[in-house]
């Protein structure tokens, strides 16, 4: 068969809501991604994305206002015109983010990229300094082992490369049953641990769940966070295996 007719489009819409304390997070995406065959077991793809996400501070659940004066009298929030002026006007700021990428992949490995801030379009701005872009990449790679006829161990790595060049790691390893159910455990390097579940019903239905263990310094704000993911593959014609990391 020709490679350009084993060629792959994939189009993609996600949509996601956090909430972390005060602070409420709401968004969406396009992608698409073009997957083009190397050789028989090995694909190279590109993709490109557009997010939408807002976020939004309580302002009305804080406030930080102190008289340099007087530091052990706080300021009464009723006379500071500033923040009334953000509690009035909302502390609302949405951005467009649109991110590039490629992926090599085969049943047993992969490796990619992704360039984050090709585009940031501030769309809705305010004075709380939300619009600040902290990470400029994503490197990411893995391997899967297999351990019987039905079972595979796949360990991976997601580091992300921030502004400061620095980069924040995520040590992954999950264990697949027949590539239907799966177990993992993330060890972030900010000191927190993941715990996640997950299973893919057919070739068009899978669904995660995954838990956050926060690090000391981050659990005076959370004791964890709660992650529940849908995956529906639509159109999927050709009825192509997922591959799932």
Do not use: C
Not at 81 to 101: D, E, K
Request: glycine content about 10%; proline content about 4%; charged content about 20%.
């Amino acid at each position: 068969i020709p490679k350009i007719k084993r060629v792959i489009h994939g189009l993609g819409v996600n949509v996601l809501q956090e909430q972390f304390g005060l602070i409420k997070k709401l968004g969406g995406g396009v992608n698409y991604s073009f997957h083009y065959p190397l050789t028989r077991q090995l694909r190279l793809a590109f993709g490109v994305g557009a997010i939408v996400d807002n976020i939004k501070i309580d302002l009305g659940g804080i406030y930080f206002g102190i008289d340099p004066q007087n530091p052990q009298q706080p300021i009464d929030p009723n006379s500071d015109p500033i923040y009334q002026r953000l509690v009035n006007t909302g502390s609302a700021h949405t951005n467009l983010n649109i991110r590039v990428g490629f992926l090599v992949y085969a049943p047993r490995y992969y490796f990619g990229f992704s360039y984050l801030p090709v585009a940031n379009i501030v769309l809705q701005d305010n004075e709380t300094g939300l619009s600040h872009s902290y990470y400029r990449g994503v490197i990411q790679g893995g391997y899967s082992f297999p351990v019987s006829a039905t079972m595979d161990v796949k360990p991976s790595i997601i580091a992300l490369w921030q502004d400061d060049n620095k980069f924040v790691i995520d040590y992954n390893v999950k264990l697949f049953i027949e590539e239907k159910m799966w177990f993992g455990l993330t060890y972030r390097d900010v000191k927190s641990m993941v715990g996640i579940v997950g299973f893919n019903l057919n070739e068009k239905l899978g669904a995660s769940y995954s838990y956050e263990l926060a690090g000391s310094g981050m659990r005076q704000f959370s004791d964890g966070s709660h992650e529940l993911v849908l995956s529906i593959r639509m159109n999927n014609f050709k009825r192509q295996k997922q591959q799932t990391w």
